[in-house]
């Protein structure tokens, strides 16, 4: 590894803001008092608040410092697989500030709130045509939000026809949270096994499928980064049998523009705003995770609903059918600015590209790293590729040991260890916005670590070494949590 590519630099210590403290220290000059003096509430003991003396350098050093400890898209590759950590244009965060989308009310009378209802009833539309589905609700806050929307869906749809179905059919290369979202709705989870080629069977399917299953959990493309090639046939039997056929759209901008689930079968669906259609991601939120249905189940969607009365646009509650609200208020509209400005400045070909480059990119790194990273599925991947540690075991060095060691590369870790079908996954996922010049560094660090492996596996368990953190004891963090800030 040349030493350009070498993550190094100055990296500082910074104190809490208490040990830098010293009296007479300050930042700034308070003017001139205009009211009579008042004394301190009894309770502070005539100290006064507990705020540290600092010189203005001090302050703004210290938050500086603190934000370059963090990293971010910003900052580099993040090829965080299954979660498309991708770079996000600046214009949809311009946008998403404009003072009359980021100052509106929420108790706002709808007559001064036109044009927000209206981007709402029109990204609602280019959601539905993007996907081929004929309804949708942006009220869901996020990815699994919106997967509890569709399985509520499911729900009704069954009691509206008079059954109550009890089970859930759920992949093993599923997300994580599908299970889960399932399981609020009182379904049981009944695994489903991929089959050698890492996607779904039919038979399988056929197999498990009954009159007391609500239907099937899909994510398309699934965890290994493979296209279920057989959904179709899939729904067909699942619809056979009075099913629904559910995708998890987490994924979805491997196939964007691309494929419409709609047109193959799947009647509800979620997004992911903050993952697909540029909202800066990660951190716990914000998030968006519009649910779709098709038209059957137009009737159960989340109210009120945005809609075109005339020449105004309301929230109607005009849907008796409705599984009620899943959001007191559209607190996260902002990220729904940004998928709207994102699609309208992509237009069609743009998103159709967007999709294109991310398989390219993923394929690209499938190819050149196969021959130093064991591959599990060595067929052609859409957005993100799955190897493993297997040939780096032999010298006792793990897919930790390879995550840790990426760092001092300047790259943040891919997911590691998830699909758990995988044994030692390395989850890879470049994105679109990714230059072929980045992706090539980042595959001769993963060739470099390879190489380092076969002459001192010792030297990558000590690795991070240029961080301002060494590597932690994971286990003892696990299991004796410091939660005081000692």
């Known amino acids: 590894m040349t030493e350009k590519l070498t993550a190094r630099g100055i990296v500082q210590e910074e104190p809490l803001l208490w040990e830098k403290s010293k009296p007479g220290k300050t930042g700034f000059s308070m003017p001139r008092r205009d009211v009579d003096a008042c004394a301190l509430d009894e309770a ?15 302050v703004i050093r210290h938050f500086t410092r603190l934000s370059q400890w963090n990293f971010g898209l910003d900052t580099g590759m993040y090829p965080l697989g299954s979660c498309t950590m991708k770079y996000n ?102 695994p489903v096994r991929s089959g050698e080629d890492g996607i779904l069977t039919p038979e399988l399917v056929a197999e498990l499928m009954d009159e007391d299953t609500a239907g099937i959990m899909i994510t398309n493309p699934n965890t290994l980064g493979l296209y279920e090639e057989n959904l179709k ?36 669906m979620h997004l992911n705003l903050h993952k697909t259609f540029s909202t800066p991601h990660g951190g716990g939120g914000p998030g968006a995770g519009p649910v779709l249905v098709r038209e059957h189940l137009a009737r159960f969607l989340p109210t009120p609903r945005p809609e075109k009365q005339g020449d105004h646009y309301v929230l109607s509650d005009a849907c008796p059918d409705s599984i009620g609200r899943m959001h007191a208020f559209y607190g996260n509209f902002g990220i729904l600015v940004r998928a709207y400005s994102y699609i309208l400045s992509m237009g069609s070909e743009g998103l159709k590209n967007a999709s294109r480059y991310a398989v390219l990119n993923a ?14 599925y060595d067929k052609p991947c859409m957005h993100e590729c799955v190897f493993s540690d297997q040939l780096q075991k032999e010298s006792h060095a793990t897919t930790l040991d390879i995550a840790k060691r990426l760092i001092d590369y300047g790259f943040h870790p891919p997911t590691i260890y998830f699909p758990l079908i995988v044994s030692g996954a390395i989850m890879i996922e ?17 060739q470099t670590i390879a190489a380092e492996i076969q ?8 690795a991070p070494q240029f961080t ?19």
Do not use: W
């Open 233 to 268: 046939e899939i729904a067909d039997i699942i619809h056979g049998k009075g099913g629904l056929v559910y995708a998890d759209g987490a994924n979805m901008n491997a196939i964007m523009g691309v494929v419409r689930p709609g047109q193959i079968g799947v009647d509800v």
């Open 363 to 376: 394929n690209y790194i499938k190819e050149k790293l196969k021959d130093t990273y064991f591959l599990p």
């Open 44 to 58: 502070l003991q005539g100290e006064g608040p507990d705020f540290p003396n600092l010189s203005e350098v001090e």
């Open 89 to 190: 244009p600046k214009i949809n965060d311009r946008q998403a500030g404009l003072s009359g989308f980021a100052s509106a009310h929420p108790l706002a009378p709808q007559h001064v709130s036109q044009g927000a209802l209206r981007l709402l009833v029109e990204l609602e539309q280019f959601l539905c045509e993007i996907t081929g589905m004929h309804a949708a609700s942006l009220q869901p806050a996020a990815g699994a939000h919106g997967e509890l929307a569709g399985m509520m869906i499911f729900n009704a749809f069954h009691q509206s026809k008079g059954v109550q179905r009890t089970k859930i059919l759920i992949p093993d290369t599923a997300h994580g949270t599908n299970p889960a979202s399932a399981a609020l709705c009182g379904f049981k989870s009944i």
């Open 455 to 462: 002459a001192d596996p010792d030297r990558l368990h000590e």
């Open 430 to 446: 470049p994105t679109e916005t990714e230059s072929k010049e980045d992706i090539d560094r980042f595959i001769l660090a993963m």
């Open 468 to 486: 301002k953190v060494r590597r932690l004891d994971e286990v003892r963090a696990a299991r004796n949590p410091c939660l005081t800030g000692c």
